[in-house]
């Protein structure tokens, strides 16, 4: 089945990734690139989630599909979520591993985003960072947003960041706003473009910060998008 076969190549890329990595600060805060682009990755979620309402988010459901080793929930926690209420799930049990060792307090689990373990209608809040890009089967791609649209509650969001191009990487595939559109029919949507080309900011962080953000505010050189993703009852 295509289906098995990608989460087949998925597990095989992350522990090829995990090789090709070790040892390497690419993805470190003291990296000064990787630190530009996540902080300002982190202004843009915390705009949005105040522009949407979900501020503060110590008394929000919240589940991030796709946790890996847990940087994205490390940062939530730093936002104000409540430990009880912060949620997690991952297809790799050795990247969910890691998770749990730097937050043994939270309810992290292994799972296939197809098929969440938990009842409809129970998170406010349900997050994907850079995981759809990582499926290549456009059937998975329809189940994995199935299963996070049944468990968002009504009046409730979905928040996605995702990339729409990414040209040297094989095992990815972007995903454009018409395919996010496709993948949450009939939901309101609301999609930002973000996060300036790693590259470019590569090649100048080393010369300005600043031109680096302002490049940032045109938009033209930026790879990403993050989208607030209503259900509409």
């Not at 105040?50 to 929000?60: F, I, Q, S």
């Not at 979520?81 to 307090?105: F, S, T």
């Not at 040209?167 to 018409?178: C, D, F, K, V, Y």
Request: charged share 20%; hydrophobic share 45%; glycine share 6%.
């Amino acid at each position: 089945m295509p289906e098995v076969t990608d989460l087949v190549r998925l597990r095989a890329e992350y522990s090829d990734r995990e090789r090709r990595l070790a040892g390497s600060d690419r993805y470190s805060l003291f990296n000064l690139p990787n630190l530009f682009t996540i902080q300002q990755r982190q202004r843009a979620i915390l705009g949005l989630l105040r522009l949407e309402g979900l501020y503060p988010l110590n008394e929000r459901q919240i589940l991030e599909v796709g946790c890996g080793a847990g940087g994205v929930l490390l940062e939530y926690l730093s936002y104000g979520a409540h430990p009880a209420r912060l949620l997690g799930c991952d297809l790799l049990p050795k990247r969910l591993a890691e998770a749990q060792i730097l937050m043994p307090h939270l309810a992290l689990v292994n799972a296939d985003g197809q098929n969440l373990p938990y009842i409809a209608q129970t998170f406010d809040l349900v997050i994907q960072s850079t995981v759809f890009s990582s499926i290549l089967d456009d059937a998975v791609k329809r189940n994995v947003a199935d299963e996070m649209l049944r468990v968002c509650k009504p009046g409730g969001m979905i928040l996605w960041y995702d990339f729409w191009l990414n040209p040297t990487n094989r095992q990815t595939r972007g995903i454009r706003p018409a395919e996010i559109r496709r993948l949450f029919p009939g939901c309101c949507i609301r999609l930002y473009k973000v996060t300036l080309a790693p590259p470019l900011v590569r090649r100048l962080i080393g010369v300005s910060w600043i031109v680096c953000a302002l490049l940032e505010k045109i938009k033209v050189f930026n790879t990403h998008y993050l989208a607030a993703i209503h259900p509409v009852d």
